[in-house]
């Protein structure tokens, strides 16, 4: 097993934590204080088809995604011996 590149894993916290900010952000707009707390899970916090919290939405589940990806690259990956 290999560690994932500190730099890309670096750059995908950065991104995922900068998406994150912008859905919380939303989330707090369009439904109080509470709102990511009360829906962050429920269809609500998807928001509608166009709107800023459904883009928003969908940018922190790409995040997410590269963030995931980049962190398990190489979990998976057999090292051979030379």
């Known amino acids: 097993m290999t560690l994932p590149d500190p730099t890309r894993l670096a750059l995908t916290e950065a991104a995922l934590a900068s998406a994150d900010r912008l859905w ?3 989330m707090r707009r369009t439904y109080g204080p509470d ?23 969908e940018a922190r589940r790409v995040a997410v995604t590269l963030w995931r990806n980049e962190r398990h690259r190489h979990r998976d990956k057999a090292t051979t011996p030379c």
């Open 35 to 57: 709102g990511a707390l009360i829906y962050g899970y429920a269809p609500e916090g998807q928001g509608g088809l166009g709107t800023p919290l459904r883009r928003s939405y």
């Open 24 to 26: 919380r952000e939303e």
